[in-house]
């Protein structure tokens, strides 16, 4: 059982600068990896987009264009700390479509690729794991949200 | 409170611009890149390939509802569920037989004799949507060299004009 220094010592651990600063960058450059495979390959990106049977599909080819470009840009601000606020809010926006899509095709019993960083359809399956990963990053993103929200309040306030 | 007025306000104004941005570059780059995707008209590859294939007329054809309820009553007639098996058992066509397209390999060789026997081969899938069928149709036709027909309007259209079983 861990003790009332444990405690402390794994909170200061958590809320602090340092850390806050890793896991953004860190979720930055996961969105930004995502990103590279689905910019060169849009049309292979959209049949993976395609197979969760859940966007239409005369919009099929708009989301597969659009989408990692938006995960580019906000890889992008959140390694670079531009507009990380608004990035985080929005990247976990999406990590949550994303979660729902996994639920949607566990339910359907559909054994697909999740299309998470690769389009080749030899990646990672769309489950379990893929929903825990982005759970995690939500809640990484949400440590570096609310730390640097916490940053500011007391900047503003002295 | 956690949020201020005015922290939210520049939270939305700073995301949308954020989409925004990602949009309009990756709108930008399809349109100038040599190999851009045509924004409003995706295409299935089972699609693209039986229509680039020649084999729609003879090999592999599409039936509407109408004719897949008159095959249903058909005696003869083999209907092939190319449904995943958790949407099969949630209801199909009376007597159809579930050969999900991602066990093809799996499932279909045991069923080859009945299938050759059979008058007429239906498959069907989910809805106009979905690509299993097609892609069954297909590969059951690489497996039993004879034509198959493809029901296109799938579960969604036959289920409230035709009896369902579960």
């Known amino acids: 059982m861990m003790g009332a220094s444990g405690g402390n010592i794994l909170r200061r651990i958590l809320w602090n600068r340092v850390t806050a600063l890793v896991f953004r960058m860190f979720v930055g450059a996961v969105f930004v990896y995502a990103s590279m495979d689905k910019i060169v390959h849009p049309g292979q990106f959209a049949q993976m987009v395609n197979n969760y049977r859940i966007v239409p599909h005369v919009l099929i080819n708009l989301f597969a264009v659009i989408l990692p470009w938006i995960e580019l840009i906000l890889g992008l601000c959140l390694i670079l700390g531009v507009f990380s606020d608004a990035a985080s809010v929005v990247t976990a926006g999406l990590l949550l479509v994303f979660i729902t899509a996994s639920i949607v095709a566990l339910t359907r019993g559909l054994d697909i690729s999740c299309g998470c960083f690769s389009t080749s359809g030899e990646g990672a399956r769309a489950g379990w794991d893929v929903i825990i990963r982005n759970v995690i990053l939500i809640a990484m993103l949400a440590q570096s949200f609310f730390f640097d929200l916490g940053r500011r309040r007391l900047r503003a306030g002295a | ?166």
């Open chain 2, 1 to 166: 409170m956690l949020f201020r007025k005015g922290d939210v306000k520049r939270l939305i104004v700073r995301s949308v611009l954020l989409v925004v941005l990602g949009s309009a570059v990756g709108l930008v780059v399809n349109a100038v890149r040599t190999r851009g995707v045509d924004l409003f008209s995706y295409q299935p590859p089972s699609k693209q390939t039986i229509a680039n294939s020649g084999r729609q007329t003879d090999a592999i054809s599409q039936i509407d509802l109408m004719t897949a309820l008159r095959l249903q009553k058909t005696p003869g007639v083999v209907f092939v569920d190319a449904r995943p098996k958790v949407e099969f058992e949630t209801g199909h066509i009376p007597g159809a037989i579930n050969i999900p397209a991602k066990t093809f390999e799996d499932v279909a060789p045991g069923l080859k004799e009945s299938l050759v026997k059979a008058d007429k081969v239906v498959t069907y899938c989910s809805d106009v949507e979905c690509d299993e069928a097609l892609e069954v149709a297909e590969m059951l036709h690489d497996l039993l060299n004879r034509p198959i027909l493809v029901f296109t309007g799938g579960m969604r259209e036959y289920q409230n004009k035709g009896p369902v079983e579960k």
